[in-house]
């Protein structure tokens, strides 16, 4: 056995994916270090981060499908078993570290009944949600992102069950500073995706106009081929296309409204994102949004059209209550793995009576 923490990020870089690997390796990087897997397009974090060791893994989709995870058996000849190991999203096939820990990153591997998708996606998340499923026996700690992506686990390895929120360094910060941006006459929706069913954003954006004014533009951020016809004609709507996260961050700053009418999400980030950000905000009324405004005035409205009712929230009503900062998720994280670690070497020792 030797002594070190491995983490396995190889199909995350962009998105929520890129954002825990790039926090993670921040504040490991400031406690020592540890080992990384990393896809081809992060490589810039091994310059960013000089204590961690990084090992870049480029995989075709065939390899993932057949012989997925192979790139870990030279790592473990060459450095020995870890104390920890740490999957994102990726199925653990056997027991690599003392400890292993997988971690789900998309819900929609596991939860895609009656959820908007093209026939390929679905095909893809179904076979993962299969190889999951199939090898949760091998992981000591199964996280998830809010109670409603642990439910959706199933109560098997209940016990093995840990929540791990996302950090919310940049909403903690509008909080503190209490400054408001100037407002643009605006709706921003974020992601593109068909579960983020676009047509119902669409259906609240044209009742704001309505009852605002009709000035009021549509901003759509995320890729193009997922926005729909009738959208992307509309002179009312401007397509901003991918955006880095901060500029994405500065278009909810000056939003006057936030809308998500996602069917389903992992966690709450995104729509967190909005809330503090954008004047009013209308989102699904989902299990991780729920968690999110837990402790937060808001109530139900009805669209035209749209089923079933949303939430509606206003910036001045919301707190910080539910949120942490990413060096707080992480040590939340180096605790677990602490008492993981000791309670998996007195299985060892029983073992050996």
Known sequence: MANYLLFNF????????????????KVINSQGGAHFIIHPNCQS??????????????QTFFWRIFEDCKYLKPIIENLGVPDFYYSYGI?????????????LSNVLPLASKGISSNLLSYLKAKELGRRIRKNLFNASV??????FSLGVLGPQYMQ?????????????KVLANNKVCEKSNIAVVVGTYKYKSLVDSYQVFNELRKKTNNDLKLVIIGPTKGIPANLTGDGNVIIRGLLSR??????LQTARFYISTTQIENSYNAASEGIFFANESYISNIGPHQELLAKMPHSLVSIP?????????????????????WTQVVEQMMTKIKTSLANEKCKGKENNV
């Not at 199964?142 to 109670?147: D, G, H, L, P, V």
């Open 10 to 25: 190889s199909v995350s870089y962009s998105g929520g994916g890129y954002k825990r690997l790039y926090e993670y390796s």
């Open 45 to 58: 974090l091994i310059k960013t981060f000089p204590n961690n060791h990084y090992h870049v893994v480029k």
């Open 91 to 103: 199925p653990i096939y056997s027991k690599i570290g003392v400890v292993n820990w997988f971690h």
């Open 142 to 147: 199964i996280s998830a992102e809010s109670e």
């Open 160 to 172: 093995r069950h840990f929540l791990s929120v996302n950090g919310a360094d940049d909403e903690i």
């Open 246 to 251: 901060e500029k994405v961050i500065e278009c």
């Open 305 to 325: 059209n749209v089923e079933p009712l949303l939430i509606k929230v206003k910036r001045d009503q919301v707190n910080g209550d539910n949120l942490l900062t």
